[in-house]
């Protein structure tokens, strides 16, 4: 296997997903810092050099760079047994990937990004417009979680896979969005599965 | 081949990325319309039988039901020349496809919806505060693509893949967005080189 290099924030739940797959798998990461808050994905050697599009995480392979989360997990995973073989499983694992970036990330994980990286007095005036439609279509998110867990104790294949892992991240921070997982008990109960999985890395490792 | 069902609104990208990728690999779709203006998709008998998320397209598999566009795609193409064989480089389609899901569809798609379908003039107030967003983060879309494209033909792989399907379907309506496409010509030469790929049909077909 190439170099792996994991160009990240660490308290970014997509960041967290790469290192979760990446010890699921049993893939060595060289890891590199940027303060998102200080700007330094926006800088011009960051643009240049790892991702035009300004974000992390990158998961740069060799010489070769990988932008988006969900991808960079895809290829860690490649060949292992979080990919399924059928063809109906496997399209439904990225059926749930996709719906992640979506229908969960911009609005679960950008709440907790207001809430406890910004501020929610430090909002811009269209932030704060757009918060009222996050909580919502956060909360539907989660309510479609829930009525999926209710009948399957994982996402896609009636198995572990690699959806499992990616919707893992920023579901289990939901509080600090100020979503109350009490009121999801069956995501709850599955977020406490993934958790006890073997190999399994906290958000903060 | 199971029997394959499209549920769809036809003048929705998302269908018709799916109906691209079916042309594409010769598979026949039967298409069932579901009216998403008189909120047919939003129906008890859809939310429970179709979709829970309330949203088209949904390709149905024999009895099985996939919803999320690029999924759906992906299902289809399983197998096919659209799908690049090397590792990276179906980590980098995928990454294109969930880029897509993020950066492009919210924007440049939803701003057609407001302009073509529920008109200006009848936005709420919250949908009216995100445009300014909506218009800003779809300029920047097609600029990452335009810096792309000023150094390759096709998106992933160094030849015509998934990805290009699935970035075509809402790109090549930017117009009925308002972002006007002269200011982006390698965008405007690759949606060409696509609509030039044998076996592609139009939106409205």
């Known amino acids: ?14 960041c967290y997903k790469i290192r979760l797959t990446a010890a699921h798998v049993g893939a060595g990461l060289e890891r590199r810092e940027y303060d998102i808050m200080k700007g330094e994905t926006r800088s011009p050697a960051f643009l240049a050099g790892v991702n035009a599009n300004g974000r992390i995480p990158v998961l740069q392979i060799g010489d070769r760079l990988l932008p988006e989360s969900n991808a960079a997990c895809a290829w ?4 292992s047994a979080l990919i399924p073989a059928d063809r109906f499983d496997h399209a439904d694992m990225l059926r749930w990937m996709f ?6 990330e911009p609005n679960i994980a950008t709440m907790r990004f207001y809430r406890v990286y910004v501020g929610m007095d430090n909002l811009s005036d269209e932030q704060r417009a757009g ?3 996050r909580i919502r279509n956060g909360e539907a998110a989660l309510d479609l979680m829930e009525e999926h867990f209710a009948a399957h104790d994982f996402l896609a294949g009636g198995r572990f896979s690699l959806a499992d892992i990616c919707l893992y991240a920023y579901t289990h921070t939901s509080r600090e969005g100020g979503f109350d997982l ?3 008990p069956a995501v709850t109960r599955w ?3 993934i958790a006890g999985e073997p ?3 906290a958000l903060e490792d």
């Open 1 to 14: 296997m190439p170099a792996l290099i994991l160009h990240e924030y660490a308290a970014s739940g997509n």
């Open 76 to 79: 860690l995973a490649h060949g």
């Open 99 to 104: 719906w992640e970036q979506y229908n969960h």
């Open 131 to 133: 918060v009222p439609g």
């Open 182 to 184: 009490d009121r999801w």
């Open 191 to 193: 977020l406490a599965r």
């Open 199 to 201: 190999r399994h890395v």
